[in-house]
Structures are given as structure tokens and as C-alpha cells.
């Protein structure tokens, strides 16, 4: 997660813009960013994903014209999210590679095969 957004350029001017609205909208992609790395979406926010991280279609509008979201078929996609987190394909190994090493501690262990 980014700890400098509250100073990037572009969410500066986006607030200086729109005031509040922005201000809500930008909580909307911080939960939207949440949301799609805790559900491997690699950055898709479904139109029914939209409720769960608290925001309306006036915040992804306002997203859209911003350029945060992309609008899709199916809702938004966040832009720019396969740059800056990782993907499904990668954190699937990643945690395929944690559950191996943590068999194997297991097994040297208990003395139990894999």
C-alpha cells in the first residue's frame, strides 16, 4: 500500500477539484485496492463489489473521469493495479510455495513424509 497518497500530485489536484466528493471517492479506490488483493481480482471491482467496499456508482463515476477506475463489462478496473501489486497468478505461488515449506518444517518435525 502507498503511504504517500495523501501528497501525489494527482490526488491533490483531484481534491482540490471536487472537494469532499473526492475525498469519498478516494476511499472508495483505497478499499477498492483492499478488496481486489485480499480476493485475487487482480484489480476487477464487480458492479455487486461496489456495496461491499462502501461506495456508490456516483464514486465510481467520478473515479472514471479521474482516471482511477476503467470502466468495464462487468464494473471498473482499478487502472494501473498489475503495476503496483501483485497479481493472482503470483500470489497463488507465492502461497503455494508457503504451504510446501511449512510440509516440509511439518514432516522434519514429526518425522512424516509430505
Known amino acids: 500500500m ?15 477539484l471536487h472537494g469532499e466528493r473526492a475525498l ?8 477498492a485496492i483492499e478488496y481486489s ?8 471491482i464487480t458492479r455487486a463489489a461496489l456495496k461491499q467496499i462502501h461506495g456508490k ?3 465510481a463515476r467520478l473515479l472514471v473521469e479521474f482516471g482511477f477506475f476503467d470502466e468495464t463489462e ?3 478496473q482499478i487502472a494501473g493495479y498489475v503495476n503496483h501489486q501483485p ?5 497463488d505461488q507465492l502461497r503455494e510455495q508457503l ?7 511439518a514432516a522434519a518435525r514429526w518425522g512424516k513424509e509430505t
Open 87 to 91: 497479481s493472482r497468478a503470483i500470489t
Open 37 to 44: 488483493g485480499g480476493h485475487a481480482t487482480d484489480g476487477e
Open 99 to 105: 504451504s510446501d515449506a511449512g510440509k516440509k518444517g
Open 2 to 16: 502507498d503511504t504517500d497518497t495523501h501528497a501525489n500530485p494527482k490526488i491533490l489536484d483531484f481534491i482540490d
Open 24 to 31: 469519498a471517492a478516494i476511499a472508495v479506490w483505497k478499499f
Open 57 to 59: 456508482p456516483t464514486h
Open 74 to 76: 462487468k464494473g471498473w
